[in-house]
């Protein structure tokens, strides 16, 4: 309780500020104000228990510096501002009668509050409104204690007849004991019951282990199938591969074989060429001039591919010559007389070894081109008479009607060599197309 008090009309102490009375309720902290109009008789009671506690001992207020004394009040949280730690009874006087009983009602008011409020359980003062929360708040714990005497009450009634029955148990007692009986026949029956279970549990445990192996052993068989199963795919994935690959080699390799087989091997093998005055084989000039003196060791190479192309031109065409047969060896080829004596006619040339080297380099050029006039002879009799060569062939001498020239050295100009060989390897390239066309 909170409570200013001054007079309503005049001064408290030499400053002159006027100070205000007022009190609280304790349980919602709303001002209340006192009314003037109070039962004298209830005033008195009020009075006298206020004067009752305000004539207890005073104790000594430590903290006052001049040894003041204030009224000790039982437990209470009012406190009287009037002036420093005075009692209420000598609070300065109040002008007018009216004011001084007024602040008499209140002092005595805060004395009653604070005496209710140490011998009961709510604080005072209350509101109007508030002691009927207060009323209600108690009627719910008279209703909780009421409830809970209530089941005690019941539960002494049980207690009280189970005293009852069990004083006059005696009377039952055959009845319980053959009760006991039954329950003891019901025991060894369960006892037994439990028995056959356990003996059916050990018997499952056995079986459990049992299928556990199974199931352990079944695991394993199913792990093995799935590597034997992966690896079966993997060799499948592997062998699609290789399968795969074997078809693009062999879709490559068919390629290449149109291919080869659209190619002219012999055309691709002995290409037949001319080089200014010279007729050339692969490259190797045949021939030689006085202004180009062109190496014996490429002319003589250039006879051996020369040499070799007639021998293939004939074997293809089935060409079988007679007085002579072709031995194409490189640079030292020869052809080889058949007359019995095994003559041999050098069919390349020495530089600085003219000793009968000469003649028989002629002898080997005249026979070689006797040789392509035997060829010729027999593709047009087998091909009646469709194939021709652009140059004749009269003994030692080739041409057209332009003239003639002849394929010795001895006696002859080097332009004029160089020449028949020229027109020598024109009729072989003729040969070479017409047996490349009809193969």
């Known amino acids: 309780i909170t409570m200013q008090m001054a007079a309503a009309t ?9 100070q205000v009375v007022s009190l609280v309720c304790q349980r919602c902290s709303q001002p209340i104000r006192l009314t003037k109009k ?5 005033l008195n009671n009020l009075r006298q228990v206020a004067l009752d506690q305000l004539q207890q001992p005073l104790e000594s207020d430590p903290a006052s510096p001049e040894g003041e004394e204030t009224a000790a009040l039982p437990r209470s949280s009012t406190t009287i501002h009037g002036g420093k730690g005075k009692r209420a009874s000598e609070m300065p006087a109040l002008k007018g009668q009216e004011d001084v009983g007024l602040a008499e009602d209140i002092v005595l008011a805060a004395e009653v509050f604070a005496f209710l409020s140490e011998h009961c359980d709510v604080d005072h003062p209350l509101c109007s409104e508030c002691p009927e929360a207060v009323l209600e708040g108690y009627q719910k714990q008279l209703a909780q ?29 055959g009845a319980d004991q053959e009760q006991l009986e039954a329950l003891r026949r019901e025991e060894e029956e369960l006892k037994l019951e439990l028995l056959r279970s356990e003996e059916k549990r050990m018997r499952y445990s056995e079986e459990l282990v049992k299928e556990r192996e199974r199931e352990a052993g079944l695991k394993r068989e199913e792990e093995e199938y799935w590597r034997d199963f992966n690896e079966h795919q993997r060799q499948m994935l592997q062998f699609a591969d290789d399968q795969l690959s074997v078809s693009y080699q062999l879709q490559y390799y068919t390629e ?7 190619t002219n091997i012999i055309n691709a093998t002995f290409h037949i ?19 180009v003196p062109v190496e014996w060791g490429e002319i003589n190479a250039a006879w051996g591919q020369t040499i070799f192309l007639l021998n293939t031109l004939a074997r293809m065409s089935g060409v079988v010559f007679e ?18 004596k095994k003559k041999v006619l050098p069919l390349h040339y020495t530089s600085g070894i003219r000793l009968f080297q000469e003649a028989k380099f002629d002898s080997a050029m005249v026979a070689f081109l006797d040789c392509l006039q035997q060829f010729k002879a027999h593709v047009e009799k087998s091909s009646k008479g ?29 332009e004029n ?13 003729w040969a070479l197309t017409w047996v490349s066309a009809s193969v």
């Not at 109070?38 to 209830?42: C, I, L, Q």
């Not at 290449?256 to 659209?262: D, F, N, P, T, Y």
């Not at 060599?417 to 390239?429: E, F, P, S």
């Open 38 to 42: 109070m039962d004298p008789s209830a």
């Open 10 to 18: 005049g001064k408290v102490g030499s400053s002159g500020s006027v």
């Open 323 to 340: 007085r002579y047969r072709l031995v194409p060896y490189g640079n030292q080829s020869f052809i080889e007389v058949l007359d019995g």
């Open 386 to 414: 469709e194939f021709a060569l652009p140059y004749k062939i009269e003994k030692d001498r080739i041409g057209d009607d332009n003239g003639y020239f002849s394929i010795k050295m001895n006696l002859n100009s080097m």
């Open 273 to 291: 060429w001319h080089n200014g005055y010279f007729g050339t084989i692969n490259g190797l000039r045949l021939g030689r001039l006085q202004s």
């Open 145 to 173: 204690h009421e409830d809970a005497a209530r089941l005690y009450e019941e539960l002494l009634a049980q207690l009280s007849a189970e005293v009852s029955s069990g004083e006059k148990g005696g009377e039952g007692a």
């Open 256 to 262: 290449q074989l149109e291919r080869l087989k659209k």
């Open 417 to 429: 060599w160089t020449k028949a060989l020229k027109y020598t390897l024109t009729d072989l390239r």
